[in-house]
């Protein structure tokens, strides 16, 4: 079981990203994946999940919710987030992580796995 995260960099505020995480080893629709971030100094912290087993429910933080979307794509096996509107606070080290497909942890985006990819860092700066 493998997770890839990818896609992050530095942008101006009020500017976009669009994340992947590329799964492998396990199918995508089988299973939950989450996004989430951690600042320095703070504790990681659930953006979005979206269920892949559950008709693709998804699931949003209220500090991202209307600003970002996540979305996932079982043929390529990859999750993507889509960030616009973005601002300092949004600056972090973003991670993705497998998720069980049913239960509480996606919708509460409780960061509790067992497989999380490397993470990719956002910087949102002027």
């Known amino acids: 079981v493998q997770l890839q995260a990818s896609g992050g960099g530095s942008v101006q505020p009020g500017g976009s990203l669009r994340l992947a995480c590329a799964a492998s080893g396990f199918a995508l629709r089988d299973y939950s994946i989450g996004w989430f971030r951690q600042a320095p100094g703070k504790q990681r912290e659930g953006v979005s999940c979206?269920?892949?087993?559950?008709?693709?429910?998804?699931y949003y933080s209220d500090s991202v919710r209307g600003r970002f979307t996540i979305s996932g794509d079982t043929l390529g096996n990859t999750v993507y987030l889509q960030m616009y509107s973005l601002t300092p606070e949004d600056t972090g080290v973003y991670y993705c992580?497998?998720?069980?497909?049913?239960?509480?942890?996606?919708?509460?985006?409780?960061?509790?796995?067992?497989?999380w990819g490397k993470g990719t860092q956002v910087t949102v700066s002027s």
């Open positions: 979206v269920s892949m087993a559950d008709d693709h429910s998804t």
């Open positions: 992580a497998r998720l069980p497909p049913y239960g509480s942890l996606c919708p509460t985006l409780t960061p509790s796995s067992d497989y």
